[in-house]
């Protein structure tokens, strides 16, 4: 945005500040000559700054930019703590009477063609039954979550948790097409798990530890009854290849392009895959009427 400068001669001779025309001032912006009031003002290494050259130089400032790609933001995973702080209030809402929150949200094949959005919302929902069921995603999405938004940035973590939660239900779709109701952030657990094996191999750390972890939840899902296992190898699977295509885009100006177009190919194959996998069911249906 540009304001004029009163010059001599005209009826504003007296310099008053461009922004805020019935304020006088006699202190000038360093980096464009302009009056800038007190309000306007902004302290600089010498001298002030006027608000709007304050901005331009905020705007073409560099991007601190991750190995990946993403923005590099100092200080806590926010994503992260909004995800865990939006779950942990979902799960709050679980218990007052007359919602049936969980009931309306969660998933199971049979609504996938009439109410798809469960496949997204179950995600966020929590069984009520079983407190330790939202503890122990909570706190491995807390673990995940400060080693890998920062690497990936809080847009690309962000849509890894999304698209993970998603495969996670297109999982349950595809292996057990008869299953009943399933609820929880574990689909999206396991795709952060998938993510930070190829995000430390392709840094060259070592990935035992992550390899274990996995085949130790991957377990849990088969010896405790009430697990969606379909629903972890989904997130797994899901999360593993999204982590491939941040990992190996090549740097440089496209590489946000070719890294968001990846992730918007996974997607429409996921939805593929469901389209194809409901289709089926749906034939199935017909003919055991017929």
């Known amino acids: 945005m540009t304001y004029p400068i009163p010059t001599a001669g005209t009826p504003a001779a007296v310099p008053v500040c461009p922004r805020h025309p019935d ?26 700054q006027c608000v709007d050259c304050v901005q331009a130089a905020a705007r073409a400032a560099p991007v601190n930019r991750t190995a990946f790609g993403g923005e590099a933001v ?38 996938t063609e009439t109410q798809p959005w469960r496949m997204l919302t179950s995600a966020f929902l929590h069984s009520q039954d079983f407190l ?15 080693a890998l938004e920062p690497a990936l940035g809080r847009l690309r973590f962000v849509a ?10 297109v999982g ?4 057990a097409p008869a299953g009943g109701p399933v609820v929880g952030a574990s689909g999206a657990i396991f ?9 430390q191999r392709r840094r060259g750390g070592d990935v035992r530890q992550i390899v ?21 190898l989904g997130g797994l699977i899901a999360g593993g290849l999204a982590a491939l295509i941040f990992a190996h885009a090549p740097k440089g100006p496209r590489q946000a392009g070719i890294q968001f177009g990846g992730m918007a190919v996974l997607v429409v194959l996921l939805i593929a895959l469901t389209i194809v996998r409901t ?12």
């Open 23 to 48: 304020r006088v001032s006699y202190v000038l912006c360093q980096r464009c000559g302009r009056p800038a009031c007190p309000e306007c003002q902004r302290g600089a290494a010498v001298g002030i």
């Open 74 to 111: 100092p200080g806590r995973p926010l994503a992260t703590y909004v995800i865990i702080g939006l779950c942990a209030l979902v799960y709050l809402l679980e218990w007052v009477p007359g919602l049936n929150l969980e009931q309306s949200g969660w998933y199971a094949p049979v609504y």
């Open 132 to 146: 330790p069921h939202i503890l122990f995603n909570m706190y491995a999405l807390w673990i995940m979550g400060r």
């Open 160 to 169: 890894l948790y999304l698209v993970s939660a998603f495969a996670g239900s």
């Open 172 to 175: 349950v779709l595809l292996l």
């Open 191 to 199: 795709g952060l798990f998938g993510a930070l094996f190829v995000i």
């Open 212 to 232: 274990i972890l996995i085949v130790i939840n991957a377990a849990l899902g088969f010896m405790v009854s009430g697990i969606a296992w379909q629903a972890h």
């Open 279 to 290: 289709a089926m069911i749906h034939n199935l249906a017909v003919q055991y009427q017929l």
